[in-house]
């Protein structure tokens, strides 16, 4: 996925200004694609350059309400429809945890109480974000968000309770060496 074609995606439904669309990815997009406010507003203007995006109204302090063009929405189609998905093989959390054997126990074992805790912390910070987002609006883009938000809620209960389970593997590995033998 690209930046590019999110703010395209976002804009179908109705023009908006770079702050409002800053504020959708943080509400809605935060767990799919998220964007800095640099990374936001360069998008916009090479999107406007390339005549994807049209300035559809000005406002006080240079602020700019955008649009997607007819060109805009051909590249969101196509982009949709016509090109395969990347999919990311590759995991930095993965590789560390598959190399934790490599550290003592009681580091190993922190280590994954942490993921257990950050990726609770995630899973709060979507479900604020659903109970505050008003889904029965009925636009196609609360539909989808509300599916896509459910993925990441799903994913990050799904890592939570992955992470918990691993720091228990360790934990009783560790206790199985602590024990002292019977005769």
């Known amino acids: 996925m690209s930046l590019r074609h999110a703010v395209l995606g976002l804009l179908t439904e109705r023009p908006a200004s770079g702050y409002d669309l800053l504020k959708t990815f943080q509400t809605s997009l935060a767990n799919v694609w998220p964007a800095t406010q640099s990374q936001l507003y360069g998008e916009l203007a090479r999107l406007a350059d390339a005549g994807l995006l049209s300035v559809s109204a000005e406002g006080p302090r240079g602020r700019k309400e955008y649009a997607v063009t007819d060109a805009g929405r051909q590249e969101l189609r196509h982009w949709l429809l016509e090109t395969e998905p990347v999919t990311v093989r590759r995991s930095d959390m993965l590789l560390r945890v598959f190399l934790l054997g490599t550290v003592r126990d009681q580091q190993a074992l922190d280590h994954l109480q942490a993921l257990a805790t950050r990726f609770d912390g995630?899973?709060?910070?979507?479900?604020a974000i659903n109970d505050k987002v008003?889904?029965?609006e009925g636009t196609g883009l609360t539909v989808y968000g509300r599916i896509t938000l459910e993925w990441g809620l799903r994913f990050m209960t799904m890592q939570r309770e992955w992470a918990t389970w691993a720091a228990?593997?360790?934990a009783a590995s560790q206790e199985e060496i602590a024990a002292p033998e019977e005769d």
Do not use: A, C, K, S
């Not at 995630?122 to 479900?127: C, D, I």
């Open 122 to 127: 995630f899973y709060n910070e979507l479900r």
């Open 168 to 170: 228990e593997q360790i």
């Open 134 to 136: 008003p889904w029965g």
